[in-house]
């Protein structure tokens, strides 16, 4: 488990359900904070930014190394300069934008790409830090946010086992004691069958870190069965409306989305419930109504038991089914009304 705001987040716990604003602003700040009333509204624990400037991730090349490449669904062809100009969330704009979050009660962070950002980062108080999957092999950002002392939350899209591990042994080295794993398909959207959901329980078991999901899928589906299977924190990309066409708002939820999952990760979560077998509490009364052997004629001492008078029905109280081929041809020793369970005093 960690804590987060004063927020446990762990498998004995709801799931932790961050709406992540990226680029869906669109370059306007009222539209930002639209999203942060609307993430709130729809129930959504926290929110969470990306802090970085287009200089802090790369520089303004027009080489084939700096653009994304022509197939790419959302961004082909694109500049990486002109894509994190477009998207990124101006520095100024964090403020208000965290302040507007704390207001409704939502646990306000952000993801920052360089020591810069941390810097800023810290100025502002976050109460924990995000690390984006591309920058799992950033080394020295994961330090220098781990020494902070704050809860690292690290995604972990294409990276392998040996990067993972390196990662984490960057964050507790520099002191960080807390310290959540995000599966991710680092690809923008990510299809449903590359989730591999199934890696969360490996994850857990081998780094013993407080897992969750990073989800770049359409819909909810997919975050839902991630918490059937140990994530304990939901990341999902959150817009006003796809229509508005934001960087990111083909991947995005919509706000009725957002509540929905808010709900049915909850409900999943509760499913979980603990190893049983037997009747639940609530399944007590239906106990009553299991299928016993009634004697369904009136009968009197001395007649046969036949399919015709006994009888395998609902309620419970008689004896169990299975005993019928054992009390057929057998005598009633008394006189029996209609509606009596069968027991084997009667035959």
């Known amino acids: 488990m960690i804590t987060i705001d004063g927020r446990p987040i762990g498998i004995k716990n709801p799931p932790f359900i961050v709406a992540e604003l990226s680029g869906n602003h669109n370059g306007s700040l009222e539209q930002a904070l639209a999203i942060v009333d609307a993430a709130a509204a729809a ?101 220098l946010a781990a020494a902070t002392g704050k809860p690292l939350i690290l995604s972990t899209g294409m990276a392998s086992i040996g990067e993972i591990h390196a990662a984490l042994t960057a964050a507790h080295e520099a002191g960080c004691t807390q310290v959540a794993l995000l599966s991710c398909t680092a690809s923008y959207p990510a299809s449903p069958d590359e989730s591999n959901l199934r890696s969360l329980m490996v994850m857990s078991v081998l780094t013993g870190a407080t897992v969750g999901l990073s989800d770049h899928t359409p819909g909810i589906g997919v975050s839902v069965a991630a918490v059937a299977l140990g994530a304990s924190i939901i990341e999902k990309h959150v817009t006003l409306s796809r229509a508005d066409g934001g960087v990111d708002s083909a991947f995005s939820l919509e706000p009725d989305e957002l509540a929905t999952l808010v709900v049915e990760s909850r409900r999943a979560w509760l499913a979980l419930g603990e190893v049983s077998f037997g009747p639940r509490p609530s399944e007590r009364e239906g106990l009553r109504f299991r ?27 008689g004896l169990p089914p299975d005993a019928a081929t054992a009390v057929m041809g057998r005598h009633f020793t008394k006189n029996v009304p209609s509606g009596t369970p069968l027991t084997w005093d009667l035959i």
């Open 43 to 143: 129930g959504a624990h926290a929110l969470k930014l990306q802090t970085y400037r287009p200089d802090t991730l790369t520089i303004d090349c027009d080489g084939p190394a700096f653009r994304v490449g022509d197939g790419h669904e959302l961004w082909g062809g694109e500049s990486l300069y002109r894509l994190f100009e477009r998207a990124h969330t101006p520095w100024e704009w964090h403020q208000p934008i965290f302040e507007r979050a704390r207001e409704h009660g939502l646990t306000a962070f952000s993801t920052p790409f360089d020591p810069t950002a941390v810097e800023f980062l810290e100025k502002l108080g976050v109460p924990a830090y995000k690390i984006a999957s591309s920058e799992i092999v950033d080394l020295p950002l994961i330090r």
């Open 291 to 317: 299928r016993s052997l009634y004697v369904v004629r009136d009968v009197r001492a001395g007649d046969a038991v036949t399919p015709e008078n006994v009888r395998s029905i609902r309620p419970a109280g």
